[in-house]
């Protein structure tokens, strides 16, 4: 994975910040700002190539780009992103953080800052600066690839991702990037909870949510949280929420 040394002594001097739109004239952009910091929050998937090497983006990704380095983007249609350029005057302690990363659940809180950043641009770069500086003090502390916080959350990501469809452990800890005996500790230790449970947990919470909420039909309901067989879903429900189906539906329609 592609890194960069990061200095945070001080605040960033921002340049510009905004909106950017991209992929509706052409599907591959190059850029290079040889004095500035490139920092994108990203709300679409794509590919971002520096130096060779290929970084998926993804909805929720954050990237640091440093000056002089040519990137290139490859769009799969209209995509949009915030972004801050800037400079680090700062030499003090550096911290090496990779050029692309799972915001998370920092995603919001980074894309609040962008914006007041994006805002306070024309008149106030002071703020725009105060801002871009805690959105890298965030993007400094995501968790690392690998690290128990950052596999759990993956592992999730996956799950809620295809509650649909049929799941189990192994292909779970795959897509985490640790074997199945490794993601059964992680999860247990984060959530208190064994994966098994949790996709039972989830499945009824959002079946019931359904069931509240939505006019579709139970089956269909059933199919869409991952419980095709009828006669499990209604034990399911009767075990996990105690009472049917129907029951649920008729309580929040009285």
Known sequence: MYRVPLALSDPPVVAG??????????????????????????????????????HPIRPGHVSLIPPGAEVHYHYQGRSEHLYAHFRLPGDGERRVVPVMRDAGDQAPLIAASLRQAIAAVPDTRARASAEVWTVLWRVANLPVAGSPHAVVAAAIEYIEADLAVPLTVPEIARAAGVSHNHLTRLFRAQTGHTVVAYIRRRRLARALHLLRESTLAIPAIAAAVGIADLQAFNKACRRELGASPRALRERAHP
Not at 22 to 48: C, I, K, N, T
């Open 17 to 54: 910040a905004g909106v950017g739109v991209h992929g509706v004239v052409s599907a591959h952009d190059v850029f290079r700002l040889p004095d500035l910091w490139q920092l994108h929050l990203y709300g679409y998937a794509a590919e971002l190539v520096l130096e060779g090497a290929v």
